[in-house]
């Protein structure tokens, strides 16, 4: 079995920052491309970024120049940097991961999702 662990999500007032964490662990083989998603209230799950396992990076163009995707591949971890946190980011924020397993398969995993708030 293979689980995603978030972390650092919370209640920042507008303006603010935060970075989200997200550490997989199990019986990886490797791990390929990692992203991050969100939810809104009445919204369908979005892409919000993801990441190659050699680094490139893709990014929603409305948050480009606001939020930052990288990882360690040493510590199977993703990161979500956050800045200049607007109310409408407020969202359930997902963490994805493309993985080989020791069975030998590659499976989307997901985390359970953290909460980002952001007051005005």
């Known amino acids: 079995q293979v689980q995603l662990v978030e972390s650092g999500g919370g209640l920042v007032q507008a303006g603010g920052s935060l970075r989200l964490s997200c550490a997989a662990s199990?019986?990886?083989?490797?791990?390929?491309?990692m992203g991050w998603y969100r939810q809104a209230p009445g919204k369908q799950r979005e892409l919000v970024a993801t990441?190659?396992?050699?680094?490139?990076?893709n990014y929603v163009d409305s948050l480009k120049g606001r939020f930052t995707i990288s990882r360690d591949n040493a510590k199977n971890t993703v990161y979500l940097q956050m800045n200049s946190l607007k109310p409408e980011d407020t969202a359930v924020y997902y963490c994805?991961?493309?993985?080989?397993?020791?069975?030998?398969?590659?499976?989307?995993?997901w985390g359970q999702g953290t909460q980002v708030t952001v007051s005005s």
């Open positions: 994805n991961a493309k993985i080989k397993v020791a069975s030998g398969g590659t499976y989307d995993w």
């Open positions: 199990g019986r990886i083989l490797s791990i390929n491309d």
């Open positions: 990441i190659t396992s050699g680094g490139r990076t």
